[in-house]
């Protein structure tokens, strides 16, 4: 698999148009592209079948986080528009994610629908020790946190977890080599870490064994995303 199939370039605008047309400019350097809440909630699901109809894979990042009935029937919905992947968070709870497997999985046999793969959503990227001991009151480390969600969604039967680049070998160590990590948090060495804490460049999230890295603004907001991932191209592929 190739570091560009690996890619997942975060779509991260309000308006249909401008999500298309970079799914247009950029659809042969990424994978997957991600629809979060600003586009979703704009947009609606017909992006994504704008997106699909440009035989483009979509992670629907919407990160489900409510009661298992309602999660379920959220997640069935989700594997009906046909995305690649969606997540959940996994401090809904075992249960909530279990159902909302299960769910998908019956839909997909009944329907003959290809299988999301369903991720949960651990510490999100921009927490840190701070917030999670002062804010959050949960008084272990982040890293002790991770790895017990990340166990969790294991033992729930997820495909893999949303973590951060400083976790990646922990999870794979702790959960085995084929459960999934996607990637946020990512920044290029000549872009400033704006709202995310627990960032890594590309090469190292990829390097430390990422399945798949998320990245929005370290190309989107460049005055040249073509020639930024060029450069992220070229730093990767360098010994
Ligand atoms: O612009 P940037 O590369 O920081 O964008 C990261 C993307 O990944 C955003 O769309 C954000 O919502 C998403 N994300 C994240 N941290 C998570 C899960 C998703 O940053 N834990």
Same mark, same amino acid.
């Given at each position: 698999m190739s570091w560009k199939e690996k890619l997942i370039i975060a779509l991260d605008v309000s308006d249909a148009k401008q999500a298309l047309g970079i799914v247009d400019m950029l659809g042969d350097y990424a994978g997957v592209f991600k629809v979060g /809440?600003? %586009? /979703?909630? $704009?947009?609606g699901p017909k992006?994504?079948?704008?997106?699909?109809?440009?035989?483009?894979? !979509? /992670?629907?990042? %919407?990160k489900f986080h409510d009661i298992p009935n309602t999660v379920s029937k959220a997640a069935v919905a989700a594997a009906r528009l046909g995305v690649y992947m969606f997540n959940v968070h996994t401090s809904g709870g075992l249960?909530?994610?279990?159902?909302?497997?299960? *769910? !998908?999985?019956? %839909?997909?046999?009944?329907?003959?629908?290809?299988?999301?793969?369903?991720? @949960? !959503? =651990?510490a999100l990227t921009s927490l840190d020790n701070e917030i999670l001991k002062n804010?959050?009151?949960?008084?272990? $480390?982040?890293? =002790?946190? !991770?790895?017990h969600l990340? *166990? %969790?969604? #294991?033992? $729930?039967? #997820?495909?893999?977890v949303v973590a951060s680049p400083h976790e990646i070998s922990m999870i794979k160590q702790h959960c085995g080599k084929e459960f999934l990590v996607v990637i946020p948090g990512i920044r290029p060495s000549w872009v400033p870490p704006d709202d995310q804490r627990r960032t890594a460049t590309p090469k190292e999230a990829l390097r430390s064994g990422a399945d798949y890295i998320v990245? @929005?603004?370290g190309i989107l907001k460049q005055e040249d995303p073509i020639k930024a991932l060029e450069l992220i191209s070229l730093e990767i592929l360098t010994a």
């Open positions: /809440f600003e %586009l /979703f909630v $704009s947009a992006v994504v079948e704008e997106i699909h109809k440009k035989d483009k894979k !979509v /992670f629907l990042d %919407l249960e909530m994610m279990k159902r909302c497997r299960d *769910s !998908v999985a019956e %839909l997909c046999l009944k329907e003959n629908i290809q299988k999301p793969k369903i991720i @949960g !959503v =651990t804010e959050l009151c949960i008084q272990h $480390s982040l890293k =002790t946190h !991770v790895k990340a *166990s %969790l969604a #294991l033992k $729930s039967g #997820l495909d893999g990245m @929005g603004r």
